[in-house]
């Protein structure tokens, strides 16, 4: 978190580096090392394989919400994808399928009353990963691009003329907090997904139905004109009154989203002014102390000292889906580069706790990161997930990620909420 000067110094002076992660960024044998260190660590906290219920299987008990859980598995892809470290795909595919519902489309009647459209989107997105990576099909019914289509049919049909001109509700169901709100993750998250769905089977509504997304939130002014992004507007207001906090992950969710279309439209100019206009926009998560260049903070919060669960861990999928853009608009690439890796390095450097990669409190450069998930939930009761993706700039290869084949330097990135973002 970010504190103020004298807090800071005496937190720095106070820390006891008990184990920090040995990472060279320029090594891809050293990343996928530490990356290993990561997986293990934060896959120790998972035993839903184990115990194997319809309430566990699948999912992080509190105080982690049924999203995050998704969220985690789509590290894991990644992880395996970017890696080929296979070791985890048993639990990796047991979980995703635990939760697709009785219809198939991440509808789970067990977490009614903690899904909204956005944490149902990211289970999507570990799915369309799976799809977009050809990660081993399910051995029976839908494809992965198949389950995400079918959550796609769920939402579009929720998208609410009745206010605001559009939009979807933040929450699905009325009896949860949050129905009276069109939040931008919700609807970036289901731009993103029909840009990706375009991109992957090139269905002409996916498009349509993303321009149409990105177009509503500029006309309700949830997007600037220097393309940040508010977090959402009040239903009962008509969505005249914008919400005005802005936070990491709904800039990384519209920016690879428009990457997308970008790379779907053949370098279209107005996708790529949008790109670059959301990418620069990111410049208002970094340096947030002179001697902090570069590294990566979540304003909304950290400069308070107050962020909650869901919030540790947005920075890590903001370092994701800047990573990723870079694969499919490659003139972001040199920026990404210098913005992230400073962050990498002094994740890495920072004290951690016994040695598994994922607990503790650190300071690097006046920037508290907190790591994962605490060993200890009593003790460390806002010590959660934060992510911290791990990537390789070095490696050149071919990766599919769906209807054509990127070849370029390839960025291996680890994402997820349990470490913040190391990378290079």
Not at 58 to 84: I, K
Not at 116 to 138: H, R, T
Request: net charge negative; glycine share 6%; with cysteine.
């Amino acid at each position: 978190m970010i504190t103020s000067s004298h807090v800071v110094g005496a937190l720095f002076a106070a820390a006891t580096c008990v184990f920090a992660l040995d990472l060279d960024v320029n090594d891809p044998d050293s990343i996928r090392n530490a990356t290993s260190v990561i997986a293990h660590g934060m896959m120790s906290y998972y035993t839903g394989n184990v115990t194997n219920t319809p309430e566990t299987v699948g999912v992080l008990g509190p105080p982690y919400y049924w999203w995050e859980s998704g969220a985690m598995w789509g590290a894991l892809m990644d992880y395996y994808h970017y890696t080929g470290d296979s070791s985890y795909n048993d639990v990796l595919t047991q979980a995703l399928l635990s939760q697709v519902g009785p219809e198939q489309d991440f509808m789970v009647p067990l977490h009614a009353k903690d899904e909204g459209n956005d944490d149902q989107a990211f289970w999507g997105f570990a799915a369309m990963s799976a799809a977009e990576k050809d990660y081993p099909q399910p051995s029976s019914g839908y494809s992965w691009v198949e389950l995400v289509e079918r959550l796609w049919n769920t939402q579009v049909v929720r998208w609410d003329t009745e206010s605001c001109a559009g939009g979807l509700r933040w929450q699905i169901f009325s009896f949860n907090n949050g129905y009276d709100y069109k939040n931008t993750v919700s609807n970036g998250a289901f731009f993103q997904l029909s840009a990706r769905l375009a991109r992957f089977t090139g269905n002409q509504t996916y498009v349509d139905w993303a321009e149409k997304v990105y177009n509503w939130t500029v006309d309700l002014n949830l997007m600037t004109e220097d393309y940040h992004v508010y977090d959402g507007a009040d239903v009962l207001k008509n969505c005249s009154d914008q919400n005005r906090l802005i936070w990491t992950y709904n800039a990384g969710i519209y920016l690879y989203g428009s990457a997308m279309m970008y790379n779907y439209t053949n370098g279209s100019a107005l996708w790529q002014q949008r790109t670059q206009g959301l990418f620069n926009a990111t410049a208002n998560f970094f340096s947030p102390f002179d001697n902090a260049t570069d590294i990566m903070f979540e304003p909304a919060c950290e400069t308070v000292n107050h962020c909650n669960t869901d919030q540790f861990s947005f920075k890590g999928y903001l370092s994701r889906f800047m990573w990723a853009t870079t694969l499919i608009a490659p003139f972001t690439k040199i920026a990404t580069n210098q913005l992230l890796t400073a962050s990498s390095k002094a994740a890495a450097q920072s004290c951690s706790g016994p040695g598994d990669g994922v607990t503790g409190d650190m300071m690097a450069n006046g920037v508290q990161f907190k790591y994962i998930l605490s060993k200890n939930f009593n003790t460390y009761k806002e010590s959660i997930f934060t992510s911290i993706t791990y990537v390789i700039n070095n490696i050149t290869s071919s990766i599919s990620l769906g209807v054509s084949t990127l070849s370029r330097t390839e960025s291996l990135y680890f994402k997820y909420l349990f470490l913040f973002i190391i990378k290079a």
